[in-house]
């Protein structure tokens, strides 16, 4: 697969859910918005890959942890997301391959595609949920695709 024959706009996403999601303030002692000096961000992603449907469904977890404002440190408020998506690519046949023991090999390209396209899209809806909230203002850091935790 050494030359991409990924093309985008043969890319469509054909459902995006958030299937969960828990936002937290510290327990007994809540915290004020001012007292969040930042956020660490945690991701996990899993794919999966359907050639016969020309199907691909990325699961994205993000996990949102608050700083306190002086020391840093987490401070016990956050939240977290879970989202599905599913994308159909009409020309996943000659992004994939089927190996001998069932799994599916993709073009690199095209997970990171997928996963940044989720991870986009994802950045919006929080930013939305978490109005209102100990995370009220959040916004996920731009990321490489490649780099996230799988």
Same mark, same amino acid.
């Given at each position: 697969? $050494?030359?991409?024959?990924?093309?985008?706009?043969?890319?469509?996403?054909?459902?995006? *859910?958030?299937? =969960?999601?828990?936002?937290?303030?510290?327990?007994? +002692? %809540?915290?004020?918005?001012?007292?969040? =000096?930042?956020?660490?961000?945690? !991701?996990?992603? !899993?794919? $999966?890959? !359907?050639?016969?449907? !020309?199907?691909?469904?990325?699961? %994205? &977890?993000?996990?949102?942890?608050? #700083?306190?404002? +002086?020391?840093?440190?987490?401070?016990?408020? =956050?939240?977290?997301?879970?989202? &599905?998506? #599913?994308?159909?690519? +009409?020309? #996943?046949? &000659?992004?994939?391959?089927?190996?001998?023991? &069932?799994?599916? +090999?993709?073009?690199?390209?095209?997970?990171?595609?997928?996963?940044? #396209?989720?991870?986009?899209? $994802?950045?919006?809806?929080?930013?939305?949920?978490?109005? =209102?909230?100990?995370? *009220?203002?959040?916004?996920?850091?731009?990321?490489?695709? $490649?780099?996230?935790?799988?």
């Amino acid at each position: 697969m $050494a030359d991409s024959k990924l093309d985008v706009t043969k890319i469509t996403m054909r459902h995006f *859910e958030l299937i =969960g999601f828990n936002i937290h303030n510290a327990g007994s +002692e %809540l915290l004020d918005k001012d007292e969040v =000096g930042g956020f660490r961000f945690v !991701n996990t992603t !899993n794919s $999966a890959f !359907n050639l016969e449907k !020309n199907l691909a469904k990325v699961d %994205l &977890e993000i996990e949102i942890f608050t #700083l306190d404002d +002086e020391s840093e440190e987490d401070n016990g408020a =956050g939240g977290k997301f879970k989202f &599905e998506i #599913l994308f159909e690519i +009409e020309n #996943l046949v &000659e992004l994939a391959v089927e190996a001998e023991d &069932e799994t599916i +090999e993709v073009e690199p390209l095209l997970d990171m595609t997928l996963t940044g #396209l989720s991870y986009s899209t $994802a950045r919006g809806v929080i930013l939305t949920r978490s109005l =209102g909230t100990i995370l *009220e203002g959040v916004v996920l850091p731009i990321v490489n695709p $490649a780099n996230m935790g799988k």
